[in-house]
């Protein structure tokens, strides 16, 4: 057949050639050896910018890979909800994890200890911070968690943070007096960071000084004193030396165990102290405090307030749909009667609309929910509060009074998310039975 007449031409998929992501050397100026792991670069680097450029690219923000046994498990969560990642072979997965921890810096040869680190990274010209974090023990293999940050996405004020112009005022009431502790709890991925620094913005820094002996990291706080403790010091000779200054409000280390917690109370009728804490909320940061200090009269007149918060789905406002919710929900969660209508996530689509043609949302691909928001929670040591301190009363009673006395609670400040269209009933829901 001259000139081809006749022949079925055969269609060529071309496929879309995907930007991996770029490393961009170790955080904290961490020296990485290249050359003497050549081969672990040459076996694990081009698999490692795979998985990130495809959990980046959907919007993962913690990606973890497990080992265990002859298994290898790699997952991540995407505005708090986990799904599965790809498939590795233990060999694979190994590979992946060496190759991390060699980008951020870390000891390869280390087994039985965590270490932590970094990588600079770029996708699609989007600056990341990676933090690496690795866990290893005989019983629960070895773990690889991933956290990463949009540099570009700043959370600082605490208006960016979430809090209502009321949530902030009384934050800000706390730090009157220059005496006292103030703590942030939460348990451990929940945002317990970024809220204890966003309460540190709230203070009145035109009014008050405000020194910091805790590494800040990449999160600047305008007007505040970063003091150095000088060699030989302590961490007691430096609060002294903090304390001489008159200072208003000092920021310290996360509390991690009793001794800390005693040391900052030995100053707090001098000054008042922020900190955070792991707990699993602001009534049981009050009995972990409790449990450390064994005196209550000590707890009652030194606590001014814990602070607690919650990580939320936040319904993806190119999708989201408005409905008309029934009024027996509204009277029952006690809502405003201007909320006639709320908003929540489409139905997902079935195979026959997908075959039909019909696409996800591009934006929040198909899920219904783009980021998180913030709730939030305190328990002020007011009377009633002191008196069920001194009575024993549960993390339930401890709630239950800060209801009657007005406090904000998760739920309440949920609820005003649900209602400003932000998030849905069932998502909040959702994060309660968590």
Known sequence: MIFGFGKKKQEEEVEEEVEHIEFQGALWDREVDLASNSRLAEVGLVPTKELLTDCLSRRADVIRIDLKGDKSQVSML?????????????????????????LAGLDLKLRGQSQSGGIKATLNEVPYELYIDTLSSPTSGERVTVTARNTQIKLSTPEEVGFSSEFKDTVRD????????????????????????????????????????????????????QFE???????????????????????????????????????????????????????????????????????????????????????????????????????????????????????ALTEEELAQGLVPCEECGGTGFLGRRAI??????????REAIKGKASASDLKAIARKEGMLTLQKDGL???????????????TFKQ
């Open 174 to 225: 706390f730090f009157t007096g220059r005496k006292g502790v103030v703590l942030v709890c939460g348990p451990p991925m929940s945002g317990t960071t970024t809220t204890v620094y966003a309460v540190l913005r709230a203070v009145d820094a035109y009014i008050y000084s405000v020194y910091s002996i805790r590494d800040s990291l990449w999160r600047e706080v305008p007007y505040l004193t």
């Open 376 to 385: 939030f929670e305190y328990i002020e040591l007011t009377d009633p509060i």
């Open 78 to 102: 995407i505005d708090g909800a986990k799904y599965a990642g790809p498939r590795y072979s233990k060999q694979q997965a190994f590979a992946v994890m060496q190759v991390l921890k060699l």
């Open 229 to 347: 403790e000088k060699e030989g010091d302590d961490t007691e000779a430096t609060l002294l030396r903090i304390i001489r200054l008159e200072s208003d409000v000092v920021f310290v280390d996360p509390i991690k165990s009793a001794e800390d917690l005693k040391l900052i109370l030995k100053f707090q009728d001098k000054s008042t102290f922020l900190s955070e804490m792991v707990a699993k909320d602001a009534a049981h940061g009050i009995l972990q405090v409790l449990q450390w200090v064994e005196d209550v009269d000590t707890v009652v007149d030194s606590l001014r307030a814990t602070i607690s918060q919650k990580l939320i789905r936040a319904l993806c406002p190119k999708c989201k749909e408005a409905y008309r919710p029934n009024p027996k929900v509204v009277e029952k969660l006690g809502l405003p009667e201007e909320a006639k209508i709320l908003y929540r996530p489409p139905k």
């Open 416 to 430: 005003r998310l649900v209602i400003e269209g932000a998030t849905s009933l069932d998502e909040l829901q959702r």
